[in-house]
């Protein structure tokens, strides 16, 4: 038997290649790794030795020849394929040991340049995979080192690998290619800054842990990580405390610290089941905190607090007194710290770059039968110069603070969505309605419940779509309600505005809505 080897990963390739050679198989290598295998007496041949053809164009073209292509697609079972390999005088290869070259750690690289991360793109290593793949039958083909010892195991004990071993590791191979060659083809499309939607779809991420299960316990789950240098994401959290994140807990932080990033100035943002149920802003993050916290004390028991501004002593001692699922900060106190991680259960996680965004261009993807859905990320609040005052009475400065506030809660509520605010504090939420009168009155029910009778009274309501008639505005006169801000679009703008009119209500149109569905 014959093994041929070519890593640019050398991990566990020394001991590897002992133990090939000690089970009697010729090893044929090339560049880099012949020159390891050398310094470490491990006797091997030469790719050029093999070939009769130099490496050349600064190893560029070294494996790139029929008598090594020829050695690994020949078909043992075709007679007539090993009698033309005789006649060519050429040997068959059995076990190809691959892994290509750095493309995604290069292009990791700060200052990187295009023509560096050219050079790193692998051809004749993928060429020789697939051929070898292709090959199952016949040939091992190994591109991950973990699978050194399954391999080695079976050669030990029946001299030979399986076929349900090749056929995997054949599979293993074609995933490996395809995600390298899409790494390429993403890094090409963003150096052209090309941010149309492509023709055909692909994308390539890395498991970074499998969990129990998905969002019920009959679904099998796994967290990917997309390739590429990301910041501000919960890829990048690191857990200080707490079991591992559940499927649910990711999609419920991912929403909480989308929302958090539209805030600035010191603000706390709980969510509970992928909406927001209580959202406070101040100078102090205490006392946002107390906002978040009185604004739906009862949804927010096993719920998700995110924050953007590090975590005190004090804050801590707040957030201990009940019970949350996670934490996600850019720095803790170290003795808020110990305080929090007193509670084993409470996934404390800390977030550097929890206020940078995600790129504009970034896709959204949602599943359906069959297919995908695709778009941008809605990555706009609004567009200052098409905001407009539609009312005879204009907000006030202190009303207008309170609906930017209420705007950005609404922009991550599910559709149909209202939200109210006052003060830089959520007052009531009403998702996920099908219709929006119902969004409405949920929200000013909420708020007279949770907080109090006069809670809404003097308060600002946004909606993430139109009023398509003027019953919201009925709803929020009766509510006390007294500055509204919505896209507009309407057919029946006229009939809210004069609503409004009548009630000394003002209203904002933004121009841009916010569906969630």
């Known amino acids: 038997m014959r093994a041929l080897i070519s890593v640019s990963d050398k ?70 394929h090993m009698k033309q390999l005789e006649e060519l005088k050429v040997e068959t290869i059995d076990i190809v040991i691959v892994n290509l070259y750095p493309f995604k750690a290069t292009i990791l690289k700060e200052g990187v340049t295009r023509e560096e991360a050219v050079e790193n793109i692998d051809i004749g290593g993928p060429t020789m995979l ?46 490996h290619t395809s995600n390298y060659d899409t790494m390429i083809a993403d890094y090409l499309k963003k150096q052209r800054k090309d941010t149309s939607l492509p023709e055909t779809l692909t994308m390539t991420f890395e498991k970074v842990q499998d969990m129990r299960y998905g969002e019920n316990p009959h679904q099998q789950a796994a967290f990917y990580r997309e390739v590429g240098k990301k910041t501000g994401s919960i890829v990048d959290a690191v857990q200080l405390n707490g079991k591992e994140l559940s499927f649910n807990n990711i999609n419920d932080t991912n929403g909480a610290l989308e929302l958090l990033k539209e805030f600035t100035e010191p603000t706390v943002v709980a969510c509970k089941h992928g909406n927001p149920c209580g959202v406070g802003s101040s100078e102090d993050i205490l006392e946002a905190w107390h906002k978040a916290y009185d604004a ?36 803790y106190e170290p003795t808020a710290l110990e305080i929090l991680k007193s509670k084993k259960n409470v996934r404390v996680l800390q977030l550097a770059d929890i206020s940078v965004p995600q790129d504009e261009n970034a896709y959204d993807l949602k599943k359906v039968n069959g297919g995908l859905i695709v778009q941008t990320i809605d990555s706009k609040l609004l567009i200052e110069e098409e905001l407009k005052v539609v009312t005879k009475t204009a907000p006030t400065k202190e009303q207008m603070e309170d609906l930017r506030f209420a705007w950005k809660m609404v922009k991550f509520v ?53 009023f398509p008639f003027d019953d919201c505005v009925e709803a ?35 121009g841009m809505r916010h569906f969630k569905h």
């Open 130 to 175: 697939r051929s070898a793949a292709k090959n199952y039958q016949d040939v091992t083909v190994i591109v991950d080192p973990t699978d050194y010892k399954t391999v080695l195991t079976q050669l030990k004990e029946k001299g030979e690998v399986s076929l349900d071993t090749k056929f995997y590791l054949m599979q293993k191979v074609f995933m």
């Open 414 to 466: 599910k559709s149909n969505g209202i939200a109210l605010a006052k003060n830089k504090q959520s007052i009531g939420i009403g998702p996920g309605q099908v219709n929006r009168v119902w969004a409405a009155k949920q929200s000013i029910e909420h708020a007279k419940e949770l907080i109090g009778e006069d809670a809404t009274k003097g308060a600002v309501m946004a909606s993430d779509a139109f």
């Open 296 to 331: 739906d004390k009862v949804s927010i028991f096993g719920g998700i607090v995110v924050l953007n501004r590090p975590v005190t002593t004090e804050l801590a001692e707040e957030m201990k007194k009940i019970f949350l699922e996670v934490i996600v900060a850019p720095e």
């Open 11 to 80: 991990t566990g390739i020394i001991e590897l290649a002992k133990e090939l050679t000690d089970l009697g198989i010729e090893i044929i290598s090339t560049g880099g790794t012949y020159k390891k295998l050398k310094e470490e007496g491990i006797q091997a041949i030469e790719i050029s030795e093999l070939t009769g053809f130099p490496e050349c164009l600064d190893g560029r073209v070294k494996t790139l020849h029929p008598v090594v292509h020829a050695g690994l697609l020949a078909m043992r079972s075709k007679p007539e």
């Open 476 to 510: 929020a006169h009766a509510a006390g309600i007294t500055a509204i801000i919505q896209p507009g679009g309407s057919v029946r703008d006229q009939d809210s505005i004069d609503k409004c009119n009548e009630y000394g209500i003002a209203m904002i149109f933004t």
